[in-house]
C-alpha cells in the first residue's frame, strides 16, 4: 500500500525539462514531451522503461553503463537513451535484437564482478542490479572469476557466502575492501559496487557537498568519501542520505533496512524537524519503521532529506519514552503512573481550582511549534474557550515573534514572500543570521545548487557560517558584523541604495506609499547611518558593505533569507522592518527569485503563529481587540472571547513570580531548557500550583510539573504542518500511537474534562473548523491536500489552489510601507566584567534542545556544546582546545569546553544549546524584542575562564533534575 | 514583574515611536503597550507611574494618559 495520492513515482531516469513540445515515435507509440527530454524519459513517459543503471531522475544523465542503449531510425550505432535528446519526428526502439544483446553483454560483464548473494544481500528485493539482470534475461556468466573486487578469499568463489568459506589464511585479495559501516546510520561496501557513479553525482548535485569522488582509474575505480585516510564518517560527509538514495545495489545500504529487510508499505507524510518541511515517505514492515526516504514529488525538499528527516527518527521508539500518565502533589514527589481518566480529572480538577482561588486569568497554555495545526488550534482554543482567558503562547514567541509583527507592519502579513522553487530563478541571495548548511540543510543544498549555477551570495553573519566558502560555493561579500548591529548594517544598505540611487522608483511609486519613501529616504539619506560612519560600531568594512548593496540592488533578482540571528535581538523586529525596506527599495518582491524568506526553526513555526497561538491574536493573525473577530469564534465556540490580549512566555513567568499566574499547560515545548535565563524560568514554574508537561520526554521543564501527559510523534497522528514557505502539508498517521492517544485528542480530553464537550473524531474535522473560521485557510481541506499534495496559503476563493508567491499586483495590506529603522544599541553591553560577546546558534546534526536528536544516533557527531572561542581571546586567557572553560554573564555561569577556531572573530563567543547538561540559557539574559519581547539569545556579554569542569550550578541541577525524574510505577 | 524590566520595557517601545515620523508618537506608544501588554502589566504601570514614575521615558508617561 502506497499513499503516493495518485503521483507516478517511477524513476524517470532523467530529470524533467521545461521547453517546446516535442513529437516522436518509441516501439510505434506516439509521445510528445518537452525539447530537452532524453529519450530514456520519453519512454517512460509512454510506460516503456528502457534498462538502466547509472541513470536517476535526480541526476542529470552520465552515459557511463551503456545498458540503456537504443535504436534510432536514421541513426548510426545504438545512442545511450540518457542522453540522447528527443528530436521531432524521432523514430526510436528499445527493444531491437541488437540492443538486446548488447545489454546482456553489458550485464554480464557486470555480473562478473559481483557477488552471487543475492538471497542473503540487505538489497535483496530492491537492488536494481538484480532488477536489470533479469530485465535483460541474463541467464549465465561465462566468464570465470578473476581478478575481481568482491571476492575476500581471492580464491575465485562466485559469492561472498562461498569466500568466507574457502578463506586462505595470511592470503587474501587485495583489490577486496571491507566493508565501512563508520557512518552510524548506512553501510559502504565496495565489494558491491559497479561505479555507476550515482552516488558521487547525488552528493554534487543534489547535496553539494562533493565529500565523494571516484578514485582510480578503469578497473581501479573506486568510490572515495574523502581523502585517503578518511572513513565515510570522518569525511565530509553531512550523512543527508542523498547518496544511499540513489545507490542502484547494496553498496550504499541503509542499516535499518539490513537489519529488518525490506519495507512493505510506505506511507506519505511530512517531517517533523525543521521548518523547510520535507516530504517523506515513511516505509514500513507492519508497524516497524524501516526508513524514511525523502519523497519526490514534495514540493519543499523535491526528493532530498538531511541527516535529521532522514535517519534521526529513533527517539520515536527510544526507551526514554514515557507512554503512561502521571502525577504528584509537588515537585519534590516522585512520579506516580496513573490510569488517563485519573490524570486528566487530577488536571482539571486543580486548574478550576487554581482559577477559582486566583481568577479566570491565572492559568494558560503554550502550543508547540512541533504539533500540528489541528493540535496547536485546540489548544489555543482551550485556552480562550475553556479556561476564558487568551493566555496562549508558543515557542515562535522565542523565534520569529519579530517576523510576525515586522512584516505584518510593512507588507501586511506575517509571512515569508515566496516558495522554495523560489530560489531557482534568483540571481543574487542575501543570507542574514541564518545558518542553512546546519539550520535548514535541504533548502541550504537548493540554494547551493543556484549558487554553483552562477548567483551571487552575500553573508551578513558574525561567525564564519559554511556557506561563506565551501565546495564550489563562495561568498561574494561576508560581513562579518558585530552581534547586536543588524539594524545599523541593512539601514546603512539602503543608505547606500538611496544615496546612490540604486532603488526602483517606478516599483516604489506604483506599489508603496511614496510619502513614507521620502521620509525614509531622507532618514537613511544621513551620513551617519552611512557604511562609513556606522563602521566603527557594526566592525563591517564600509566598502564591502556598499559593494554588498550595489549587488543586491543592481544584480538581477534579488532575494533574502534570514534567521534568527536576525529576530532574537532588542530591535529584532526593526530588522525585519529593515530587510523588508530593502526588499521593496529595489522592487524585489512579488515575482518568483525575489523575496524576503523568514527560515523558520521548527516544523511548525508558521503553523502555529497561523493558527492563533499568540495571546493578542484568533488564527489568521487577527486581533482580538477587533470585535468581528471574535464573533466569529463566539459564533462557532458558543462562548465570549476576552477582547483583551494575554500574557506572553515572558510575561507569564514574570507573573508566575509575581503570585498571579499559577497554571500552565505546556505542550511539546521545554521552556526550561529553551528559554533564556534559566534561573528566572525555573523560579517561575516553581511558583505555580498546576503544571501540566504533555511531551514524549521528561523533559526539563517536567522537573517542575505536577502532571505529565504522555505525548504521540509525528509518526502516529494525522495533521497537518505549515512550513516556511506557508506550505501545507499532511502529517499521516504512520503507525498507531505508542501512548494510547495523538496529542489533539488529549488536548480534547482534557479540555472535556474542564467541561468543554468537545466531539472531534479526527483531525479533519478540526481544519474543517480552521476553515471556517479563517479566510487564508477557507478553502483548504485534507481532500484538497489529498489531492494537490500541498497547498501554500492563503487558499481561497481568490486562489483556490493556494499562493507560492505573495504581493504579486499588491501588498496584502495594500501599499507597501517603508518604516523608518533607528538603530538603537542593545543594553546588552560588554565592559570590563564581561568583555566578550556570546551568541548562540544551531548544528546540522542536533536540532533545538536535543530532546529529539539525543535519543538518536546523531550524537555521533555532536556529543555536548563546545564554545567556540577565536585563538587570540582564548591565547589570552590561556585557554587551549578542549579545555574546560567557565561562561559567566550577569544572569549566570556555566561551563563547557572549548573550541578554538577563527569561524567566529575576535571578541565574539558562539555555542549551541543542544544538550541539557550546558545550560546555555543560564548565560542569556532577559532582555528582549521591543515590540515582541522575542528574548535577546543572540548577545550576551560574557567572561570566558579556565575551569576544572561543571560548575556547581550544573551539578546541582543535575541532581534536582535526577530527583525529580522518579517514577513509581503503577501496580 | 520586576520594575526595573517593565520600565526597560516600555522605554524600548518609547525609543522606537519616537524615531518615527508625525506628532503622534505618544499615542502609538500607548497603542502599542494596548495591544501586546496584558490588563495587569498595563495596571502595574500605571501603578508605577502614579508612584512617580522614576526612569521611565517621557513619551510612556504621555503614553499612559491614555491607557
Not at chain 1, 5 to 12: F, V
Not at chain 1, 114 to 136: F, I, K, R
Not at chain 1, 174 to 181: H, V
Not at chain 1, 316 to 330: E, G, Q, Y
Amino acid at each position: 500500500m502506497t499513499a503516493t495520492m495518485g503521483l507516478d513515482d517511477r524513476d524517470m531516469g532523467t530529470p524533467a525539462r521545461e521547453g517546446a513540445p516535442v513529437r516522436l515515435t518509441i516501439d510505434g507509440f506516439s509521445v510528445t514531451v518537452p525539447a530537452g527530454t532524453s529519450v530514456m524519459r520519453a519512454a517512460a513517459e509512454v510506460g516503456l522503461s528502457v534498462p538502466k543503471l547509472c541513470a536517476t531522475d535526480s541526476l542529470e544523465a552520465f552515459g557511463s553503463c551503456r545498458l540503456c542503449v537504443v535504436e534510432i531510425d536514421g541513426r548510426r550505432g545504438t545512442p545511450a537513451s540518457c542522453t540522447t535528446p528527443v528530436t521531432d519526428g524521432m523514430v526510436v526502439h528499445t527493444q531491437s535484437e541488437r540492443v538486446r544483446k548488447i545489454r546482456k553483454g553489458v550485464m554480464e560483464l557486470y555480473v562478473s564482478d559481483h557477488p552471487l548473494d543475492c538471497l542473503t544481500c540487505a538489497a535483496n528485493g530492491d537492488c536494481e542490479l538484480q532488477d536489470m539482470a533479469g530485465a535483460v534475461g541474463l541467464r549465465d556468466v561465462r566468464y570465470t572469476p578473476g581478478e575481481n573486487h568482491y571476492d575476500p578469499s581471492g580464491t575465485g568463489a562466485r559469492s561472498q557466502a562461498e569466500a568466507r568459506l574457502r578463506m586462505p589464511e595470511g592470503e587474501a585479495n587485495p583489490r577486496y575492501i571491507a566493508k565501512d559501516a563508520s557512518n552510524p546510520y548506512f553501510t559502504y561496501d565496495p565489494s558491491k559496487c559497479i561505479v555507476c557513479s550515482r552516488c558521487v553525482r547525488a552528493c554534487e548535485e543534489v547535496q553539494g557537498t562533493f565529500a565523494l569522488t571516484i578514485e582510480g582509474r578503469g578497473f581501479d575505480s573506486r568510490v572515495k568519501a574523502g581523502a585517503a585516510s578518511d572513513d565515510f564518517f570522518s569525511s565530509d560527509c553531512v550523512s543527508c542520505g542523498a547518496c544511499v538514495q540513489a545507490c542502484p545495489t547494496a553498496t550504499l545500504q541503509e542499516k535499518s533496512v539490513a537489519a529488518l529487510g525490506t519495507p512493505t508499505r510506505s506511507v506519505v507524510t511530512t517531517c517533523a524537524y525543521c521548518g523547510v518541511g520535507c516530504s517523506f515517505k515513511a516505509e514500513l514492515a507492519g508497524d516497524t519503521l524501516v526508513r524514511m526516504e525523502p519523497y519526490k514529488h514534495g514540493k519543499a525538499n523535491r526528493g532530498h532529506s538531511c541527516v535529521k528527516g532522514r535517519f534521526a527518527y529513533g527517539y520515536a521508539s527510544h526507551k526514554d519514552r514515557i507512554l503512561s500518565p502521571m502525577i504528584r502533589d509537588s515537585v519534590d514527589e516522585p512520579w506516580r503512573e496513573v490510569s488517563w481518566d485519573e490524570a486528566l480529572t487530577f488536571a482539571a480538577g486543580r486548574l478550576r481550582a487554581i482559577q477559582e482561588r486566583y481568577g479566570q486569568k491565572s492559568i494558560g497554555v503554550i502550543t508547540s511549534s512541533r504539533c500540528t495545526n489541528e493540535e496547536t488550534f485546540l489548544v489555543q482554543k482551550l485556552a480562550r474557550a475553556v479556561f476564558g482567558n487568551n493566555n496562549t503562547d508558543t515557542c515562535a514567541r522565542v523565534c520569529h515573534s519579530p517576523t510576525g509583527y515586522g512584516l505584518g507592519q510593512t507588507f501586511g502579513t506575517s509571512a515569508g514572500t515566496q516558495d522554495f522553487d523560489s530560489v531557482e530563478h534568483t540571481d543574487t541571495v542575501i543570507v542574514i543570521g541564518a545558518n542553512p548548511t546546519d539550520g535548514h540543510p535541504v533548502f541550504a543544498s537548493r540554494l547551493k545548487k543556484r549558487l554553483r549555477a552562477g548567483a551571487k551570495l552575500i553573508v551578513i553573519d558574525p561567525r564564519r557560517i559554511d556557506l561563506v566558502r565551501s565546495a564550489h560555493v563562495e561568498a561574494a561579500h561576508h560581513l562579518p558584523l558585530r552581534p547586536g548591529t543588524n539594524v545599523a548594517v541593512v539601514t546603512a544598505m539602503a543608505h547606500v541604495i538611496v544615496t546612490e540611487r540604486l532603488y526602483d522608483e517606478a516599483f516604489i511609486r506604483a506599489r508603496c506609499d511614496w510619502d513614507e519613501f521620502l521620509h525614509f529616504a531622507e532618514f537613511v539619506s544621513d551620513p551617519a547611518r552611512g557604511p562609513e560612519e556606522t563602521e566603527a560600531l557594526t566592525g563591517v568594512p564600509a566598502a564591502d558593505l556598499r559593494a554588498a548593496a550595489r549587488l543586491y540592488a543592481t544584480g538581477g533578482n534579488g532575494a533574502i533569507y534570514y534567521g534568527l540571528g536576525v529576530t532574537e535581538h532588542s530591535q529584532g523586529s526593526t530588522t525585519v522592518m529593515g530587510i523588508a525596506n530593502l526588499a521593496m527599495l529595489t522592487g524585489n518582491i512579488g515575482r518568483p527569485g525575489v523575496g524576503v524568506n523568514p527560515l523558520r526553526g521548527q516544523n511548525n513555526v508558521q503553523g502555529s503563529c497561523d493558527m492563533g497561538s499568540f495571546p493578542h491574536e484568533l488564527p489568521g493573525y487577527r486581533h482580538v481587540k477587533n470585535a468581528d473577530v471574535r464573533a466569529i469564534f463566539e459564533a462557532a465556540w458558543g462562548v465570549p472571547i476576552d477582547p483583551e490580549p494575554g500574557l506572553r512566555i515572558p510575561n507569564m513567568l514574570d507573573a508566575a513570580v509575581g503570585g498571579t499566574f499559577k497554571g500552565l499547560y505546556c505542550q511539546g515545548e521545554d521552556i526550561l531548557q529553551s528559554d533564556p535565563d534559566t534561573k528566572h524560568v525555573a523560579s517561575g514554574l516553581a511558583a505555580m500550583e498546576c503544571v501540566i508537561v504533555h511531551d514524549l520526554f521528561l523533559n526539563e521543564t517536567a522537573n517542575y510539573a505536577h502532571v505529565f501527559l504522555p505525548g504521540s510523534t509525528f509518526l502516529e497522528k494525522d495533521g497537518t504542518f505549515t512550513n516556511a514557505e506557508r506550505r501545507i502539508n499532511r502529517v499521516r498517521e504512520v503507525m498507531k500511537p505508542r501512548n494510547g492517544y495523538a496529542d489533539w485528542e488529549v488536548t480534547q480530553r482534557l479540555a472535556n474534562a474542564m467541561g468543554a464537550g468537545w466531539s472531534y473524531t479526527h483531525p479533519a474535522e478540526i481544519m474543517a473548523e480552521i476553515a471556517a473560521t479563517t479566510p487564508s485557510f477557507a478553502g483548504v481541506s485534507y481532500e484538497l491536500l489529498d489531492e494537490k499534495g500541498s497547498v501554500q496559503w492563503p487558499v481561497g476563493d481568490a486562489s483556490p489552489e493556494g499562493t507560492p508567491i505573495m504581493h504579486v499586483d499588491s501588498f496584502v495590506r495594500g501599499r507597501g510601507r517603508f518604516i523608518v529603522t533607528d538603530y538603537v544599541a542593545t543594553d546588552e553591553r560588554t565592559g570590563a566584567r564581561f568583555p566578550l560577546l556570546l551568541t548562540t546558534g544551531r548544528i546540522l546534526s542536533q536540532y533545538n534542545v536535543g530532546a529529539q536528536t539525543r535519543r538518536t544516533e546523531n550524537v555521533a557527531w555532536h556529543e555536548e556544546d563546545r564554545l567556540e572561542i577565536h585563538p587570540h581571546d582564548a591565547e589570552v586567557r590561556g585557554i587551549e582546545d578542549g579545555d574546560w572553560v567557565k561562561l559567566t554573564s550577569r544572569a549566570g555561569e556555566t561551563s563547557m569546553r572549548a573550541l578554538l577556531t577563527d569561524r567566529v572573530g575576535p571578541g565574539v563567543v558562539y555555542t549551541t544549546f543542544h544538550h541539557p547538561r550546558t545550560q546555555a540559557n543560564v548565560i542569556t539574559t532577559d532582555f528582549s524584542d521591543w515590540a515582541t519581547n522575542c528574548p535577546e539569545y543572540k548577545v550576551t556579554a560574557v567572561q570566558v575562564g579556565l575551569s576544572n569542569g561543571p560548575t556547581d550550578w550544573q551539578e546541582d541541577y543535575t541532581a534536582q533534575a535526577e530527583r525529580s525524574r522518579r517514577i513509581i510505577a503503577a501496580e | 514583574m520586576a520594575p526595573e524590566k517593565m520600565v526597560h520595557m516600555a522605554n524600548q517601545i518609547a525609543v522606537f515611536f519616537r524615531s518615527q515620523p508625525g506628532d503622534d508618537q505618544a499615542e502609538r506608544v500607548a497603542a502599542h503597550i494596548k495591544d501586546f501588554w496584558e490588563p495587569r502589566m498595563r495596571e502595574q504601570l500605571r501603578a508605577y507611574i502614579a508612584d512617580g514614575g522614576e526612569g521611565l521615558d517621557d513619551l510612556v508617561h504621555r503614553a499612559a494618559l491614555s491607557l
